[in-house]
Nanobody, 116 residues
Framework: QVQLVESGGGLVQAGGSLRLSCAAS????????MGWFRQAPGARRDMVAT???????NYADSVKGRFIISRDNVKNTVYLHMNSLKPEDTAVYYC??????????WGQGTQVTVSS
């Protein structure tokens, strides 16, 4: 069982920055991928960025060049540095931990609102 706790969401003006954090605890597989997904009202949950346990990253086209995902394997924490935020980035952001032979674990979500 893995528990994920997100923090760092909030309200920011367009062009601003935020940093999200997600701390994992429990029975964490050594080889895993952690990532961030987001869901706007009435929309599906989409991948924003992922990072493997050896640091390989993947980004949605909509955030490339603006968002950076990183992780601290000692602290079992993943971060999402969000820069040049746009109103269309407004959503609930969810942390995910995924590994082979297990169902993905999800955090409770944190709201990010970008005002124009």
């Amino acid at each position: 069982q893995v528990q994920l706790v997100e923090s760092g969401g909030g309200l920011v003006q367009a062009g601003g920055s935020l940093r999200l954090s997600c701390a994992a605890s429990g029975s964490i597989p050594r080889v895993n991928t952690m990532g961030w997904f987001r869901q706007a009202p009435g929309a599906r949950r989409d991948m924003v960025a992922t990072i493997t346990s050896i640091g390989v990253t993947n980004y949605a086209d909509s955030v490339k060049g603006r968002f950076i995902i990183s992780r601290d394997n000692v602290k079992n924490t993943v971060y999402l540095h969000m820069n040049s935020l746009k109103p269309e980035d407004t959503a609930v952001y969810y942390c995910q931990l995924n590994s082979i032979l297990r169902m993905p674990s999800w955090g409770q979500g944190t709201q990010v609102t970008v005002s124009s």
